[in-house]
């Protein structure tokens, strides 16, 4: 429990957040090439990428090394995020209480995380991705017998605290004793075009599971899904995995303290708009700087290969066009009882 709760914070509460050390060289001494070679893109360099500096030139005898000047110090204010929650308890009893993040796969999921990432470490609010922890976890939890949203509701007690956090981002409906209390964001997206991203994604780019039996179902599933096609894809989903879940949404909103409800297609067309809903509802301020930063995150992701790249354009009423006119049809009558209490 202690791993779900601490995997994925990425700020200590009495100091601001750091960069990672850099990696002693005796670190990789005696691991086997083969290891070292198989790191993801993202983690340090290999030696082998690395330039070697001529054992011969001293530093300071490198070409305009002695022109750059000394880096300037980093300025350290202690207490940051401790200070920050201290004048909101004081402010009140019922100011900066925690959110829960209600949104799906396949609404700006790459843009959500930065937003999370961003207020972690600019504003008093401290994001618990336990949804990414649970992934992560892999193997160490059995997450086909218990399904995260189950966990959390399980362990509510203590994995959800009622003041200073941002929980998300939650892909599926869960509900716990006092979730009422808690302040709720749903960030949703057509979810007949939801069906049409989800296909392409599952059918060809989505990352495999770590947990072995969830892989395992993953890739029997993917291999139905590209053998069978979208419009098969969309209708099983449908009933099996969406429906259910905003149905189970809409049953949270009934008792949802004024929520902040937002759609996909403002957040791509205003995103700084957008952005200025969710500070205001936290009762926040982001800074220009945050604003420029995150936007940058609103562009659609494309995929390189070009049998792939315009189904990920991000595009709404891409269902109208991807699909069977008889499989649209089925669609709008079986969203039929959400569509319009979510406005789409």
């Known amino acids: ?36 070679t198989s790191q993801d893109s993202g983690d340090a360099p290999l030696a082998s990428d690395v330039p070697a500096q001529d054992a011969d030139v001293a530093p300071q005898d490198q070409e305009g090394a002695a022109d750059i000047p000394p ?20 402010a009140g009893s019922d100011a900066f209480r925690s959110v829960l993040f209600f949104t799906t796969h396949k609404c700006a999921s790459t843009f959500v995380t930065a937003l999370l990432d961003e207020l972690d470490a600019k504003s008093p609010y401290t994001n618990m991705n336990y949804e990414g922890a649970y992934w992560e976890l892999g193997d160490e939890i059995n997450s086909v017998e218990v399904p995260v949203e189950e966990f959390l509701g399980r362990n509510s007690d203590m994995l959800l605290h009622k003041h200073g956090e941002i929980y998300g981002p939650l892909r599926k409906p869960f509900d716990f004793p006092g979730r009422e209390k808690f302040k709720h964001i749903f960030f949703f997206r057509d979810p007949r075009d939801v069906l049409v991203s989800m296909f392409y994604s599952y059918a060809y780019t989505h990352p495999e599971p770590i947990h072995t039996q969830a892989r395992k179902i993953f890739l029997e599933r993917r291999e139905r899904t590209i053998e069978r096609g979208i419009d098969w894809f969309v209708l099983e989903t449908t009933t099996e995995n969406l429906l259910p ?100």
């Open 1 to 36: 429990m202690k791993k779900i709760r601490a995997l994925f914070r990425r700020k200590r509460l009495d100091h601001p957040p750091q960069q990672a050390a850099a990696v002693e060289p005796s670190a990789t001494e005696n691991v086997p090439a083969s290891d070292l």
């Open 71 to 90: 880096p300037e110090p980093e300025v350290f204010e202690p207490f940051v995020a401790a200070k920050n929650r201290v004048r909101a308890a004081h």
């Open 245 to 344: 879940r905003f149905l189970g949404y809409g049953e949270i909103l009934q008792n949802a303290e004024n929520p902040l409800i937002l759609k996909y297609d403002e957040f791509s067309a205003e995103t700084e708009t957008f952005l200025k809903k969710i500070a205001d509802y936290l009762d926040i301020e982001l800074s220009d700087e945050s604003l420029t930063k995150l936007t940058k995150f609103a562009s659609p992701v494309r995929d390189g290969a070009p049998e792939l790249e315009h189904k990920r354009s991000g595009r709404s009423g891409q269902w109208k066009h991807e699909l069977k006119p008889e499989t649209a049809d089925k669609l709008n009558e079986l969203f039929e009882p959400v569509l319009g209490k979510w406005g789409f």
